[in-house]
């Protein structure tokens, strides 16, 4: 059974620079640190990818799929889910929310929702979950903020 978890974190970025970073998936592995490789396998016409291969090796995790996304006409939300069970999962859907705040920044609520290959305890994959999910979001953020300085 897949279990959903949702975290959400403030980025000082508009909403626009922030699904910019999240759609540029062949730059992930240079701030990401569980990825190894990241590739676009399909687009769509607007260039946008519709179907993302990601190699990660987490230490005790590593694994290769395939995921399909899906895109809000204004990038506010970002959505994705397995395209085919792989090693490690059963399961995967997951979106970003992104919604714009008076200041300039962004809120980036992210959801996840997992069904794993192989078991595990409850209280070990929501740890693995919040982990995996903290990780994320502060990576985002890092990057997304450096690219701003550097612009």
């Known amino acids: 059974m897949a279990d959903t978890s949702t975290q959400s974190i403030v980025v000082g970025a508009s909403p626009e ?12 592995p240079e701030w990401t640190e569980a990825m190894r490789r990241v590739e676009v396998i399909e687009e ?21 799929y395939v995921l399909a996304y899906e895109y809000a006409e204004d990038l506010s939300r970002i959505e994705w889910h397995l395209v085919a069970p792989s090693k ?16 300039g920044s962004t809120t980036v609520t992210y959801t996840l929702e997992v069904e794993l290959s192989v078991g595990m305890l409850g209280m070990f994959r929501r740890k ?15 990057r997304v903020e450096a690219s701003g300085a550097a612009q």
């Open 88 to 103: 490690m999962q059963k399961f995967q859907r997951g979106s970003y929310d992104l919604d714009g705040n008076e200041d």
């Open 44 to 64: 769509y016409e607007d260039g946008y990818a519709s179907q993302v291969r990601f190699t990660i090796d987490a230490g005790v995790m590593a694994d290769e």
């Open 128 to 142: 693995a979950e919040k982990m995996i999910m903290d990780t994320a979001l502060k990576q985002l953020k890092r």
């Open 17 to 28: 620079r922030v699904a910019a970073v999240i759609c540029d998936f062949p730059s992930y």
